[in-house]
């Protein structure tokens, strides 16, 4: 078992129970000096004392993921950042002391940071709602094992019915909930890919889905329905502040929930590790989409069956991001607001349906092995403007010699330096720099022109 740290959650159970740091040790069986290194993340918290405070104080295990100030070390540390804190240049010890000396402080700035929008100081505008959505779908690491479990309970059931997914949730549909499903001319729903008509009782999908999209949102509204308990727990558990947040984290659960239908937890990740992550091969398997495969990889994190700690993004060709998901990987580069123009996500957009591998290495360290392709959402018709994105999805560059993309690659080898955009970013004499590293004078020589335009102080 890897070690637990939960010295925030220790004390929150202490001072909820009331008790001194003595009187609780005594009634734990250890020793008060124990307790306080425990509560200062310098012990980990073993089985027997986890199985000991769920006895004694009401003690909720799940909470410990979830729980934690501020989304946990990793989540502070992407805040941390931002421009605005460059000269600070906190450590990893620092921080850890700070979490671990003053968790509430942790969770308050946390908070601040984003209501004000990544540090802007202003009052939220209506995008940043979504902020307190990625912080608690982070908290969770973008695994939900009640969604999980529910999900491969009712993929079995419908396995029984039909060996067609799809048939099968039209099935149950019609035969549980009294809802047919219909699939409509494009003239009919012209600007929607789903609709759900009460009145006619119809779940009714558009002509322009292809045949995994079909699936995805009919298993979409199955989940709406079958899993509403659950979905709703995590909801109220969240605690949003503003009613739009709480939609959008409903939303993205209701999806999770149906791409657990289509990708029942045990059944990928024996698939997974039995092809090395043979994203196209998945797809078929499973009668998914690229986008879809790509998100369900980055929640692989069961107690006891974990799969590899994959993250995600998803940009436009302006470099906009509109989804990120770290999970498990703790990588930098999901929350980094820049992204470098040297790391090869970019020239995806260039190759279309054609999956580009990077190894890349960022300034500070670490070193990841990353693949992207280009996706076009459903719904484009002759004639008109059609979306592209481009999935990108990475791995620490130690774990990805089990990928199947990565055989034959000397992932030990020379790696693209990158960083975290320009203005996060002091390597020196970048000929790709469009900005000066935040925090950092800039120096002139009149006599001389660099590879760069910016010239700076380095450490």
């Not at 421009?83 to 990893?92: H, S």
């Not at 020379?414 to 020196?428: F, K, N, V, W, Y």
Request: net charge positive; with cysteine.
């Amino acid at each position: 078992m890897a070690k637990l740290i939960a010295g925030h959650q220790v004390r929150k159970a202490r001072r909820q129970a009331g008790l001194s740091q003595t009187a609780m040790a005594e009634q734990l069986g250890i020793s008060a000096s124990y307790l306080n290194l425990i509560e200062r993340n310098q012990r980990p918290l073993t089985a027997a004392l986890l199985v000991r405070l769920t006895e004694l104080y009401d003690f909720d295990p799940r909470t410990l993921t979830a729980a934690a100030p501020g989304g946990g070390a990793d989540a502070i540390r992407r805040r941390l950042a931002d421009p605005i804190f460059a000269d600070l240049e906190i450590d990893r010890t620092e921080l850890e002391e700070w979490l671990a000396a003053a968790p509430g402080g942790a969770e308050a700035f946390a908070r601040a940071y984003d209501r004000a929008g990544n540090g802007g100081g202003a009052a939220p505008a209506a995008s940043d709602q979504t902020i307190p959505v990625r912080r608690e779908i982070e908290r969770w690491r973008n695994h939900f094992p009640d969604l999980d479990a529910a999900a491969e309970t009712l993929a079995d059931e419908l396995r029984l019915s039909s060996g067609d997914l799809y048939s099968a949730i039209a099935e149950r549909l019609r035969v549980k909930h009294n809802l047919t499903l219909r699939i409509l001319p494009v003239e009919v729903l012209p600007d929607l890919l789903r609709r759900l008509d009460l009145h006619a009782r119809q779940l009714q999908l558009s002509e322009m889905l292809d045949p995994a999209s079909r699936t995805f949102q009919a298993a979409f509204q199955l989940g709406a329905i079958e899993a509403r308990a659950e979905i709703e727990a995590l909801v109220k558990g969240a605690g949003f502040a503003e009613r739009p947040s709480e939609r959008l984290y409903r939303r993205h659960l209701t999806s999770y929930f149906a791409a657990a239908v289509m990708m029942p937890y045990a059944r990928f990740l024996r698939a997974c590790e039995g092809t090395g992550y043979d994203l196209e091969l998945l797809q078929r398997r499973f009668g998914a989409g690229f986008e879809q495969v790509a998100h369900r990889l980055t929640t692989l994190q069961r107690v006891g069956a974990r799969g590899l700690p994959f993250f995600m993004l998803r940009i436009d060709r302006a470099g906009q991001v509109s989804k990120r998901y770290a999970g498990a990987s703790g990588a930098a580069l999901v929350e980094a607001e820049g992204r470098c123009p040297l790391w090869r996500l970019h020239q995806a957009f260039d190759r279309p349906g054609r999956i580009e591998t990077d190894l890349v290495e960022l300034e500070k360290g670490g070193r990841w092995f990353t693949l992207a392709r280009t996706v076009h959402p459903q719904g484009r018709r002759a004639g008109q403007v059609g979306a592209e994105f481009v999935i990108g999805l990475g791995l620490a560059a130690d774990l990805a010699p089990v990928l199947a993309l990565a055989h034959g690659l000397d992932l030990r080898g020379a790696a693209t330096p990158i960083g975290l955009g320009c203005r996060q970013c002091a390597r020196p004499a970048c000929p790709q720099r469009s900005a000066p590293p935040a925090g950092r004078a800039l120096l002139f020589n009149e006599r001389e022109r660099g590879l760069s335009a910016f010239s700076f102080v380095e450490d």
